[in-house]
């Protein structure tokens, strides 16, 4: 079992930046796959990265590639979405997700452990 504890969400304007944090806690995070997913108001929750438990392999959404970076440090159990050059067309609910593997997938229902979510807002 894995309990994921997002932070680091927030206002910011348009070009800004902003630092998502995502502790867990239960396990050692080096067997879990990581990603972070978002959610807008009215739409699907979308993928948006993931990195491998050992942090050596990335996937981006192709629309977020070059804006947004994943990392991890394992040694903190912690997970990291640094998204710089922020757009109001990012304002959405942000979620960290674990899965009992290793390896990741762009599938959210390949995730068996989630956050609760923080709110990103990007103003114009």
């Known amino acids: 079992q894995v309990h994921l504890d997002e932070s680091g969400g927030g206002l910011v304007q348009a070009g800004g930046s902003l630092r998502l944090s995502c502790a867990a806690s239960?396990?050692?995070?080096?067997?879990?796959?990581m990603a972070w997913f978002r959610q807008a108001p009215g739409k699907d929750r979308d993928f948006v990265a993931a990195?491998?438990?050992?942090?050596?392999?990335?996937v981006y959404a192709d629309s977020l590639k070059g804006r947004f970076t994943i990392s991890r440090d394992n040694a903190k159990n912690t997970v990291y979405l640094q998204m710089n050059s922020l757009k109001p067309e990012d304002t959405a609910v942000y979620y960290c997700?674990?899965?009992?593997?290793?390896?990741?997938?762009?599938?959210?229902?390949?995730?068996?452990?989630w956050g609760q979510g923080t709110q990103v807002t990007v103003s114009a």
């Open positions: 997700a674990a899965r009992d593997r290793p390896s990741v997938v762009m599938a959210k229902n390949g995730y068996n452990y």
């Open positions: 239960g396990r050692t995070l080096s067997s879990y796959g």
């Open positions: 990195i491998t438990g050992s942090g050596g392999s990335t």
